[in-house]
């Protein structure tokens, strides 16, 4: 048995992907919140942080869904937010997709947010409340033929109307569902090189920072009449061109 927090009054998030560049800020700020989280990822190490519980192991397993739920409960005895951060994007051209792309991408985004959530929300209606937060992709609104993406459509896109559906079905009974549509953000994954030409893809002229996206999560967390909704944090991407 793990040792459980003597007080369960203090909020518990989990946060998917949590190891790097979105989930890692995340984190950050949730604890500097005084949240305690559950920090899950294919790789992650240990915290020096008692009101961190690292799980490590790859969300497309409902296994590591059952484990990161279970024993966030038996440690912190309570689960209030769900931020699903984790994803797989892979940009190609539509008829070379392989198998493995398709499964990879669908294995992240579809049975990774199917398995978090479905375990997550269990628990948020024991207590009456919760937040569930999926981020999602700019691209649903706004094809853009310089980015050939139709498994990140396909599956983002899906996420975004599971987000209108779970809030609706949830509404009554405490549960907000959400969701953040970024632009490009300027992670690790996108080389300084590679900033300019990234950045003119958005109206506003340059890509997001992580602490935007970030930023849009905190007020949707704090946003307790807001639920169903898709907040588009993409440099004016979704408007128009």
């Not at 992907?17 to 899950?40: M, P, W």
């Not at 899906?158 to 632009?183: F, M």
């Amino acid at each position: 048995m793990k040792e459980t927090s003597v007080s369960n009054d203090r909020k518990v998030a989990v946060i998917t992907g949590a190891s790097q560049g979105i989930g890692a800020a995340l984190l950050k700020a949730f604890r500097v919140r005084d949240y305690r989280v559950v920090a899950i990822a294919r790789s992650i190490g240990r915290f020096n942080d008692t009101d961190i519980l690292a799980i490590p192991g790859d969300i497309a397993d409902r296994k590591t869904a059952e484990r990161s739920i279970a024993e966030g409960v038996e440690r912190f005895g309570r689960i209030d937010t769900l931020i699903n951060n984790a994803g797989r994007f892979i940009a190609k051209p539509f008829t070379q997709y392989s198998g493995a792309d398709y499964a990879a991408v669908f294995g992240v985004n579809m049975a990774g947010f199917f398995h978090m959530t479905q375990l997550a929300i269990a628990e948020m209606e024991k207590q009456g409340s919760g937040h569930v937060v999926q981020i999602t992709t700019s691209l649903i609104d706004h094809a853009n033929s310089l980015v050939p993406s139709v498994l990140a459509s396909l599956t983002k896109g899906g996420l975004d109307a599971a987000t209108r559906s779970l809030a609706i079905e949830y509404a009554k009974r405490g549960i907000r569902v959400n969701a953040v549509a970024p632009g490009i953000i300027k992670t690790p994954m996108h080389p300084a090189a590679t900033h300019q030409a990234l950045g003119a893809l958005h109206p506003i002229g340059r890509m997001g920072e992580i602490a935007d996206i970030v930023d849009a999560i905190l007020y949707l967390e704090t946003a307790t009449f807001v639920t169903g909704e898709t907040l588009h944090v993409d440099g004016g991407q979704s408007a128009g061109h």
